[in-house]
C-alpha cells in the first residue's frame, strides 16, 4: 500500500515562494508517475503538475503555473517536490500529491493515490 506524506505547506507572501515535499512510502518510488493537484475553497480540485516515473523525462503543467512551477523528484529519497515561485493569492488552496503507476492517471486527474493534503495561503 502506497501512502504519501506531503509537507512544506504554509503562509507566504505574494511573490514569494514555497517548496512542496511529498514523501512517498510505497517500494520502488520510481515506478510511479507523480502529480500535484490543487483545491481552492468552493471549487473542484485541479491538476498542477506532473511527471513521469523513473527518470521524469515527461512533465506537464497547469497554464496558470507554467514558468512559476516547477517539479523534480528524487528517486534515491522517494520524494517528489514542488518549487512554487512568484506565487500570487490565486494559488491558494490545499495541495495533493498523487501517484500512479501510468503517466496517464496523473495527467488525466485519476491517480491510484492520494496525499493527505497541504494548506498553502498566499496573501496580497
Known amino acids: 500500500q502506497v501512502q504519501l506524506l506531503e509537507s512544506g505547506g504554509g503562509q507566504v507572501q505574494a511573490g514569494g515562494s514555497l517548496r512542496l515535499s511529498c514523501a512517498h512510502s510505497?517500494?520502488?518510488?520510481?515506478?510511479?508517475?507523480m502529480g500535484w493537484f490543487r483545491q481552492a475553497p468552493a471549487k473542484e480540485r485541479e491538476f498542477v503538475a506532473g511527471?513521469?516515473?523513473?527518470?521524469?523525462?515527461?512533465?506537464e503543467y497547469a497554464d496558470s503555473v507554467k514558468d512559476r512551477f516547477t517539479i523534480s523528484r528524487d528517486n534515491a529519497k522517494s520524494t517528489v517536490f514542488l518549487q512554487m515561485n512568484s506565487l500570487k493569492p490565486e494559488d491558494t488552496a490545499v495541495y495533493y500529491c498523487?501517484?500512479?503507476?501510468?503517466?496517464?492517471?496523473?495527467?488525466?486527474?485519476?491517480?491510484?493515490?492520494w496525499g493527505q493534503g497541504t494548506q498553502v495561503t498566499v496573501s496580497s
Open positions: 498523487a501517484a500512479d503507476f501510468t503517466t496517464a492517471g496523473i495527467f488525466k486527474g485519476s491517480p491510484a493515490y
Open positions: 510505497g517500494p520502488t518510488f520510481s515506478l510511479y508517475a
Open positions: 511527471m513521469s516515473r523513473s527518470g521524469g523525462s515527461v512533465t
